[in-house]
């Protein structure tokens, strides 16, 4: 059955095409990585599908099990399952950890609510009654945002840059929980820079200037981390560079 489906996406900001045509699948219970430059579109592909303000405009289709997403809100979109994990973790002044992750809890009981944090690795007993503010570390944040994913039970959830602004520790968390997401059936997106987190999907995409470069395994898509660039269609391709500079 046909799953997420990014159908000949164009994206425009300030006039100039950020993704350019793009079609991309997405497989039911699979980990994927979107990888490339900066500027690529990466992030533009995971606010487009959210449906993000200023992402709205857009020609092509985005489906999810065969239902355009083109016309529904970000509510919308999460109410059919489909969840976002920001670069920087939101704030939220007044709200308690409590009553941020019940909000979003499939299940909303107490000790779903326990047993959620303390697989993210925080002890209920410090940080239910905490605020989600600047209180927090950037780590705490994360973990309390991944807390929050897991308590939703998403049919889709997309990283952006899951690695930013975190130790090493919570990192190898957060590997933990893209894995747990995994086994529940969840499809994970990984928008990212890092080889490391890279090597946690199944599959990846490579995209340069908007547009789908090369797709496969990530051992394959991993040659772009060795090489910096890959060639492509661009007017900018690395062999025109190499001989330029030869």
Same mark, same amino acid.
């Given at each position: 059955m046909?799953? @997420?489906?990014?159908?000949?996406? +164009?994206?425009?900001?300030?006039?100039? !095409?950020?993704?350019?045509?793009?079609? %991309?699948? *997405?497989?039911?219970?699979? %980990?994927? =990585?979107?990888?490339?430059?900066?500027?690529?579109?990466?992030?533009?592909? &995971? #606010?487009?599908?959210?449906?993000?303000?200023? #992402?709205?405009?857009?020609?092509?289709? /985005? +489906? *999810?099990k065969?239902?355009?997403l083109?016309?529904?809100?970000?509510?919308?979109?999460?109410?059919?399952?489909?969840?976002?994990?920001?670069?920087?973790? &939101?704030?939220?002044?007044?709200?308690?950890? #409590?009553?941020?992750?019940?909000?979003?809890?499939?299940?909303?009981?107490?000790? =779903?609510?326990?047993?959620?944090?303390?697989?993210?690795? $925080?002890n209920?007993?410090?940080?239910?009654?905490r605020?989600?503010?600047?209180?927090?570390?950037?780590?705490?944040?994360?973990? /309390?945002?991944l807390?929050?994913?897991?308590?939703?039970? !998403?049919?889709?959830?997309? *990283?952006?840059?899951?690695?930013?602004?975190?130790?090493?520790? +919570?990192?190898?968390? /957060?590997?933990?929980? /893209?894995?747990?997401l995994?086994?529940?059936? +969840?499809?994970?997106?990984? %928008?990212?820079?890092?080889l490391?987190? $890279?090597?946690?999907?199944?599959? &990846?995409?490579?995209?340069?200037?908007?547009? @789908?470069?090369?797709?496969?395994?990530?051992?394959?898509?991993?040659? #772009?981390?060795?090489?910096?660039?890959?060639?492509?269609?661009?007017?900018?391709?690395?062999?025109?560079?190499?001989?330029?500079?030869?």
């Open positions: 046909e799953f @997420l489906r990014v159908n000949d996406l +164009t994206v425009y900001l300030n006039g100039n !095409p950020i993704l350019d045509h793009l079609s %991309i699948d *997405f497989w039911k219970g699979h %980990i994927h =990585a979107i990888v490339g430059p900066n500027g690529a579109g990466k992030s533009t592909l &995971a #606010y487009t599908i959210m449906g993000l303000d200023g #992402y709205r405009n857009i020609q092509g289709d /985005i +489906t *999810f065969g239902e355009s083109n016309s529904l809100s970000i509510d919308e979109r999460a109410r059919r399952g489909i969840t976002l994990a920001w670069q920087e973790p &939101a704030r939220y002044e007044g709200l308690s950890v #409590y009553h941020f992750l019940r909000a979003s809890a499939h299940d909303k009981s107490g000790d =779903a609510i326990h047993g959620i944090l303390k697989q993210v690795g $925080l209920p007993k410090d940080y239910l009654q605020a989600v503010d600047k209180s927090l570390s950037g780590g705490e944040r994360k973990k /309390i945002e807390a929050s994913a897991l308590a939703m039970r !998403p049919e889709v959830i997309l *990283f952006d840059e899951p690695d930013s602004g975190i130790d090493v520790s +919570t990192l190898r968390k /957060i590997f933990d929980i /893209i894995q747990t995994k086994s529940s059936g +969840t499809t994970v997106i990984l %928008i990212t820079h890092s490391d987190v $890279l090597k946690q999907a199944d599959h &990846a995409f490579l995209i340069c200037h908007g547009q @789908l470069v090369d797709k496969g395994d990530a051992g394959k898509i991993s040659r #772009y981390f060795e090489e910096e660039c890959m060639s492509c269609n661009h007017k900018n391709k690395p062999d025109d560079i190499i001989r330029e500079t030869a």
